[in-house]
């Protein structure tokens, strides 16, 4: 159990365009589910913590008008990276927290981000 | 100084070999602490899960928290080159569903 699925696994874009990443647990609920980011040879950054049915909570730096997500079921949530800029490329992973308290979080197969 | 301290590595061992990676941190709140496998260009799957200090064992992986040292281990017996990773420790106070994460170890298996 504890599957979390990411669509797609790779993405190219132009710049300026808007691409979408969903997260999704498969064999469980999830109430929180988190969004990383992650450069070549470094640990995961968060980016935000997303609840069903509540805005997320960004981190410090991190702009929600670009990164826009939303957690509209207990077993999906969205990324949307809008405008995309070469700099926007990068690792970006989900992971779902079950409604277990105590629980850790199991994360998705990532999706890599070109943007040309 | 970062919360949780982890040698980025390379780490290279030879088949066989028991491998031991290391983490300490300096939040004493932290309770809960997890390692994680990350093969290059995948998401990190979680090995092990401890609460407090103790060990747990599953399999060839083994897993030591020292709470009042701040240190956590994973020690893999008989390692294999399908072991070849890097792996991440990450942990996380009660209550708090953030994980602080170190900066992973990058290991190889030679055969």
């Known amino acids: 159990g504890a599957v979390v699925s990411q669509h797609p696994s790779w993405v190219i874009c132009k710049s300026g365009t808007s691409v979408k990443i969903e997260c999704r647990s498969l064999d469980f609920q999830a109430t929180t589910m988190f969004w990383y980011r992650q450069f070549p040879k470094q640990s995961l950054m968060l980016m935000a913590t997303?609840?069903?049915?509540?805005?997320?909570?960004?981190e410090q730096g991190v702009e929600k008008d670009k990164f826009l997500i939303n957690h509209a079921s207990l077993t999906l949530s969205t990324l949307t990276v809008t405008s995309a800029h070469p700099e926007d490329s990068s690792f970006y992973i989900c992971?779902?927290?079950?409604?277990?308290?105590?629980?850790?979080?199991?994360f998705g197969p990532g999706t890599r981000l070109t943007v040309l | 100084q970062k919360e949780v301290e982890q040698d980025p590595g390379p780490l290279s061992v030879p088949e066989g070999a028991i491998v031991s990676l290391n983490c300490t941190y300096s939040?004493?709140?932290?309770?809960?602490f997890m390692w994680y496998r990350q093969y290059s260009r995948k998401g990190p799957e979680l090995l092990m899960y401890t609460y407090s200090s103790g060990n747990k064992e599953d399999g060839r992986f083994t897993a030591q928290v020292d709470k009042s040292s701040k240190y956590i281990s994973l020690f893999i017996r008989d390692s294999q080159p399908s072991d070849s990773a890097t792996y991440l420790c990450a942990m996380s106070n009660f209550g708090n569903e953030k994980l602080t994460f170190g900066t992973g170890t990058r290991l190889t298996i030679i055969p």
């Open positions: 992971s779902a927290r079950r409604l277990a308290s105590t629980d850790t979080q199991y």
């Open positions: 997303s609840n069903e049915g509540s805005k997320a909570t960004y």
């Open positions: 939040n004493s709140a932290f309770q809960y």
